[in-house]
């Protein structure tokens, strides 16, 4: 009990000790933190001064060049207006001389005096009524330097809602609004505060396991960058098939830049269908080369000779030769008991059964009979009695060839192999029919999953 007891206390001890040295380093961090916000604080004080000491600098320039102005259209038009007083005042005087002449002749009381200026004064008064029409400047009573203002609303709704600027909020990838094909990425993101956003970058690379992001998002290395995106959405070509890939969209402006969480998004796998021209006679293909279904119409006698003569493999393949990356697609047994999912090289003998060479590898059905095979060695699998979705997983990098039960995520078999050609998908039906699904993305239950043994 005593030493239950000392053992206790020894791993409380440490559990302590160790929770001190966390709590220290925590400590020391928030130290580092306080000091980084009083070095950047005295950097964004001096930084305002820097940017008001601009501002008042660019407003007392521009306070003298309107002044300026002022000064100078006062001028202007006080100058003008001095040159029409003047106008006026020379014709008043003329006008008022005249005027004085014309009284005088008026008073004459002498007669024949009278007749004799009258005459002379009368021509000069109509003279100088017309001119004076003609001498005058012509008077702008308009121009009174009232036609101008001074109006800095604007400018004080900007000066007033001068602030700092602050990076963007992270965007948010959206993933259940990305597309894929099997070569590129359609990848959508939002962001809470787009407007301050100037543009935004898009980092990805292939996603290996979950510790893996961490350690990928401190080592740019890794990263293919795409720069100054304007809109909230990106195409990536170029991709490897049937591939997961991580993705981080970053939100930058001239204060700095905030970045999404990592989003997770895969490639479809490369897509195909079935060859007509390969199919045995006694095939049919759908039109839309999807569907393959035995002609039992054509010979019902000698049935089961048929299915066991190795001269009879109704088979038919894809119309893909896979050479590199992962490749998932699903068989959709319409019924047939009888039937044969797997791949071949193109060196595959056409006439024999899949998996009775070296250069083929199958998942076969015979009635109640399961067995995968290759190389005319059986080994045989127990799926659910009711499996109507066979899917297969080809991971050619990686050299291995993956069944399982697509509906039940049941894995049935994997074979591991050392790939020295391209293969291409095949499948024989000897009754019914089956139709392929293809271009499809990995299923996620089989990222990451291992059944080598």
């Given at each position: ?5 000392i053992?206790?206390l ?27 916000v ?17 501002l ?38 003329r ?39 003609i ?6 009573l ?11 609303s ?21 993933e ?18 787009e ?7 898009l ?9 893996n ?23 990536v ?6 591939t ?7 939100a ?43 002609d ?33 697609w ?16 193109k ?11 070296s ?5 076969a059905?015979?009635n109640?009979s ?14 659910s ?34 790939f ?9 039906v ?17 990222e ?6």
């Open positions: 009990n005593e030493i239950h007891k053992k206790t020894d791993s409380n001890l440490s559990n302590l000790i160790k929770r001190t040295s966390e709590l220290e380093n925590l400590m020391g961090k928030l130290i580092q933190t306080c000091q980084q009083e070095v950047n604080a005295s950097k964004q004080e001096k930084k305002l001064q820097e940017e008001c000491d601009l008042v600098n660019i407003i007392q320039q521009r306070r003298q060049i309107i002044a300026a102005k002022i000064k100078e259209g006062k001028a202007m038009r006080l100058r003008k207006l001095a040159q029409q007083i003047g106008g006026c005042k020379q014709c008043i005087e006008s008022s001389s005249l005027i004085c002449q014309a009284d005088q002749t008026l008073k004459e009381s002498d007669h024949a005096s009278f007749l004799q200026t009258a005459k002379s004064i009368c021509e000069r008064v109509s003279m100088a009524t017309a001119s004076s029409q001498l005058l400047p012509e008077i702008n308009k121009d009174a330097f009232d036609t101008f203002t001074l109006d800095f604007r400018e004080k709704k900007t000066l007033e809602s001068l602030d700092y600027l602050t990076a963007p909020e992270p965007p948010m990838i959206r259940e609004l990305c597309t894929a094909s099997y070569d590129t990425i359609t990848v959508h993101w939002t962001s809470d505060d407007f301050s956003v100037v543009s935004y970058e980092q990805y690379t292939i996603f290996t396991n979950q510790s992001v961490v350690s990928l998002c401190n080592s740019i290395d890794s990263w293919m960058i795409v720069p100054n995106i304007k809109q909230n959405h990106y195409t070509h170029g991709l490897q098939c049937g997961k890939y991580v993705f981080v969209v970053k930058i402006n001239q204060a700095g830049h905030r970045s999404s969480e990592p989003g997770k998004l895969k490639t479809n796998s490369q897509p195909f269908k079935l060859d007509p021209k390969s199919a045995h006679r006694k095939l049919r293909v759908s039109h839309d080369n999807l569907t393959v279904e035995r039992e119409t054509s010979s019902k006698k000698s049935h089961n000779q048929e299915k066991f003569s190795s001269h009879n493999s109704y088979g038919v393949t894809g119309n893909v030769y896979i050479d590199s990356g992962r490749h998932y699903e068989a959709l047994i319409g019924g047939s008991t009888w039937f044969a999912v797997g791949i071949a090289y060196s595959a003998p056409k006439h024999e059964w899949i998996g009775k060479n250069a083929t590898w199958v998942l059905r015979c109640n399961w067995v995968v095979r290759h190389n005319s060695r059986e080994i045989p699998v127990e799926p009695p009711h499996l109507r979705r066979l899917g297969v997983l080809l991971d050619y990098d990686s050299g291995s060839l993956s069944f399982y039960d697509a509906v039940a995520s049941q894995h049935l078999h994997t074979f591991e192999i050392s020295a050609q391209p293969v291409c998908p095949v499948f024989n000897w009754n019914r029919c089956l139709t392929i699904l293809s271009g499809l993305p990995v299923p996620d239950h089989l990451g999953t291992d059944y080598s043994h």
